[in-house]
Structure formats: structure tokens, C-alpha cells
């Protein structure tokens, strides 16, 4: 398996232009995860979804923000318009999660390498 | 507020020391616990995970340590090696009707030096 792929890699954009960060999860996990890194805040969770289904979306910062996955094979987080303060390295994550009460080590998440955002 | 914190931004070690790595945490709710690896320009790696009906879980050279009374837990490296040197991650979930998603302590940059 390739493990969990994100695409960009890289992306440098300019204040209020839309980005749109894409992943491809494991194939037959379950869940996946949108993760924000920052010096200041470290990993922030800002949605996932469980087959495909947003489940919790509490972190996404505001409006801005928005996260879908049409398939169990594909998610996006798009951010419309950036702003600088959104300069981060955004992961992307992908689990197996059994069941509610899973005791088999589910939670160990599979992170992509990383998109590194950077808005000017 | 953050519910797992790592108040140590970073920790030096010699070669063949013991790396101790600490994890607080505040919500009782919290039944399962993970430490990750991440190199620089990589996604973290998953390395250990202890659930809250133990308290030590050892793998190798790396042992995680639970104290639930104090809401802590550590990560203990013996005997820690360069190839050690990245930043540790500390997370905690409650499965009970969470679905998998873990919240994450802000990280400690370890350093081994030969």
C-alpha cells in the first residue's frame, strides 16, 4: 500500500485566493482525518468523517473552511479565501475504527506527509 | 484549553541515555493513549499506545508508563539512539463513542547526540 497520499505537496498562494488540499485515505479504512500543524496550537483537528460521513467538524476554524469526501477513496479541504494565518502544514490521516468501543488499536491513525501552505 | 499537554518543548539526551518523555493530561474521559514519531518534511508515525486498563506497555527499546490517578503519562527510550532524534507526539482519545479521533499534545523535539 502507498500509504495515505496528499497532493500538494507544496503550495505558496497569495491572500485570498481559494486553495484546495486533496488526500487519498488507505484503501478499506473508514475514517479520515484533517489535521492542521502550527508552532503555536501543534495539531489541531479540525474535521473527520467515518465512512465517508463528516462526523465532527468542531476544529474547522470558520466559514472559510470547508472539507468533503465523496468517496471512501478521495477527501478535499478547500479554503476559500485563504488569509495568511492560515499558513500551515495540513495532514491528512485515515484509520480503521471497528466500532465504538474497538479496543484492537483502531485509533492508530496513518498520516500523510503533509501539504505545507503558505499564504502571502 | 488543551486537554494533553507537553510542557517540555524539547529534551537533549547522550547516546545510550534514557530519553524521558512526559504527557499531561486533563480530561478523565481519556481511555486510550498514544505516543508518535515525526521527522521533519514527514506525517508523524505511530510508535506505541498503552489503553487505560494498563499501566506500562513496553515495545523494544520504548516503554510508555500510565499513571491514571495523576492524569500522566511518560515514554521512556533505552537506550536512545541518533536515529531517535525527531519530535514526539503525545495523544489521547476516549473510544467510547469518539470513533477514532485523537487529540494531540503540541510535541517535543528530542535529541540524541552521538
Known amino acids: 500500500d502507498a500509504g495515505v497520499i496528499q497532493s500538494p505537496r507544496h503550495e505558496v498562494t497569495e491572500m485570498g485566493q481559494e486553495v484546495t488540499l486533496r488526500c487519498k485515505p488507505i484503501?478499506?479504512?473508514?475514517?479520515l482525518f484533517w489535521y492542521r500543524q502550527t508552532m503555536m496550537r501543534g495539531l489541531e483537528l479540525l474535521i473527520y468523517?467515518?465512512?465517508?460521513?463528516?462526523?465532527?467538524d468542531s476544529g474547522m476554524p470558520e466559514d472559510r473552511f470547508s472539507a468533503k469526501m465523496p468517496n471512501a477513496s478521495f477527501s478535499t479541504l478547500k479554503i476559500q479565501p485563504s488569509e495568511p494565518r492560515d499558513s500551515a502544514v495540513y495532514f491528512c490521516a485515515s484509520s480503521l475504527v471497528l466500532g465504538e468501543y474497538d479496543i484492537s488499536g483502531a485509533n492508530v491513525l496513518t498520516f500523510g506527509a503533509g501539504s505545507r501552505l503558505t499564504v502571502l | 484549553d488543551q486537554q494533553v499537554k507537553q510542557n517540555s518543548p524539547s529534551l537533549s539526551v547522550q547516546e545510550g541515555r534514557i530519553s524521558i518523555l512526559n504527557c499531561d493530561y486533563t480530561?478523565?474521559?481519556?481511555?486510550?493513549f498514544l505516543w508518535y514519531k515525526k521527522y521533519p518534511a514527514e506525517g508523524p508515525t505511530f510508535l506505541i499506545s498503552i489503553s487505560s486498563i494498563k499501566d506500562k506497555n513496553e515495545d523494544g527499546r520504548f516503554t510508555v508508563f500510565l499513571n491514571k490517578s495523576a492524569k500522566h503519562l511518560s515514554l521512556h527510550i533505552v537506550p536512545s539512539q541518533p536515529g531517535d532524534s525527531a519530535v514526539y507526539f503525545c495523544?489521547?482519545?476516549?473510544?467510547?463513542?469518539?470513533?477514532?479521533?485523537?487529540?494531540f499534545g503540541k510535541g517535543t523535539k528530542l535529541s540524541v547526540k552521538p
Open positions: 480530561n478523565s474521559m481519556f481511555d486510550y
Open positions: 468523517f467515518n465512512n465517508n460521513v463528516p462526523i465532527d
Open positions: 484503501s478499506g479504512h473508514n475514517s
Open positions: 495523544a489521547a482519545s476516549a473510544r467510547g463513542g469518539s470513533q477514532g479521533n485523537l487529540i
